[in-house]
């Protein structure tokens, strides 16, 4: 993109450069106004032949000579090169979406974002970390650098055919931060029509939302001024537990992690308890809570807590060690 606009910033350059010159030189040789001149050298660089404002002296003609001479290679040049970028333009976009099509229409398990702006670009960002595919769905095709490696369809998210086309019967999830609840209750409303296993968050802008949304079908609401209020006032009261939960939670902070991992029925650990699994004695990694297959919460258990089949465990620990523990509860 950068060497195709140094390219029409180039021959527009080219092409106003010889316009006011051959203004210009109609000015000063043949001493008629400054429309006469533009008309003039206009219609010597189009060669089309129209009359001539007044009759032209040898130098004039001599000046006329040198401006088609000059001026037809830099008008051909000009429509060679313009339209060579837009035909290549062209054809590299009609290959470029056709190529992102197929890879959609690939895709099994993925994650459909509905809104590119800040918020989205954030959870795009910490999705593709952690190796989840992700489609986006995006109204203005300006707020998609080129220089990202996205998927992406342009369209509006609350109608069913894009949906479709980002692969939601598919999908294994939806998250839908557009500007407005009602926008995102549309969605919602829609997604779950069109897949009843997906898991879809959606932003709730107004406090009031949040229970519509859910009723919609969401599983998860998030309204992120309730929750950056929340953070701010813990930023002043706890400072050191947010630092933590900021350094164990960020992508880009690899030495420790808050994970969760779920326990398999054919994993090894279940049937044993914490101390009988050697998760904290031989692997390294702190179990913080457990979350039960009926959704019970289990906060601090004791090494005498038993590991069942079907629970979420909601481990601490360095990130080898955490894989090494995935690794057992998935067996």
């Known amino acids: 993109m950068h060497q195709v606009s140094k390219k029409l910033l180039f021959i527009s350059i080219l092409f106003i450069s010889i316009v006011l010159l051959g203004t210009s030189g109609y000015m000063f040789i043949e001493n008629i106004r400054f429309i006469d001149a533009l008309y003039m050298t206009v219609i010597t660089l189009a060669t089309v032949g129209f009359k001539e404002v007044k009759e032209l002296d040898e130098i004039g003609k001599i000046f006329t000579i ?8 830099v008008f051909t040049y000009t429509l060679t090169v313009g339209a060579k970028i837009i035909i290549e333009g062209e054809i590299k976009e009609v290959f470029k979406k056709r190529k992102m099509r197929k890879k959609i229409e690939s895709l099994s398990g993925h994650y459909i974002i509905c809104g590119y702006g800040r918020m989205g670009g954030i959870i795009t960002k910490e999705l593709k970390v952690n190796s989840i595919p992700v489609v986006i769905i995006e109204k203005n ?20 055919h894009i949906l479709k086309s980002a692969g939601i019967e598919k999908a294994k999830g939806l998250i839908t931060v557009l500007p407005t609840d009602a926008e995102n209750l549309y969605v919602v409303l829609s997604a779950r029509e069109l897949n009843q296993n997906l898991f879809i968050v959606a932003r709730a802008v107004e406090k009031e939302a949040e229970a519509k ?51 398999v029925p ?44 079907g629970d979420t465990l909601i481990v601490v620990g360095q990130t080898d060690k955490l894989s090494h523990l995935e690794g057992l509860a998935t067996g």
Do not use: C, W
């Open 66 to 73: 040198f401006l088609i001479l000059s001026g037809f290679g």
């Open 213 to 263: 949304l859910k009723r919609a079908g969401a599983n998860r609401v998030v309204s992120p001024y309730f929750i950056g209020g929340l953070r701010i006032a813990h930023t002043v009261l706890r400072p050191t537990v947010v630092d933590f939960l900021e350094f164990a939670t960020r992508s880009e902070y690899a030495e420790i992690q808050i994970e969760e991992i779920e326990v």
């Open 141 to 160: 095709e300006g707020n998609i650098s080129e220089d990202e490696e996205l998927l992406y369809i342009i369209g509006d998210a609350t109608h069913d």
């Open 266 to 309: 054919q994993s090894k650990l279940v049937g044993k308890t914490i101390a009988q699994s050697g998760i904290g004695r031989d692997i390294g990694v702190i179990i913080i809570g457990i979350k039960r297959a009926d959704g019970r919460m289990k906060f601090n258990p004791t090494s005498q807590t038993l590991i069942k089949e």
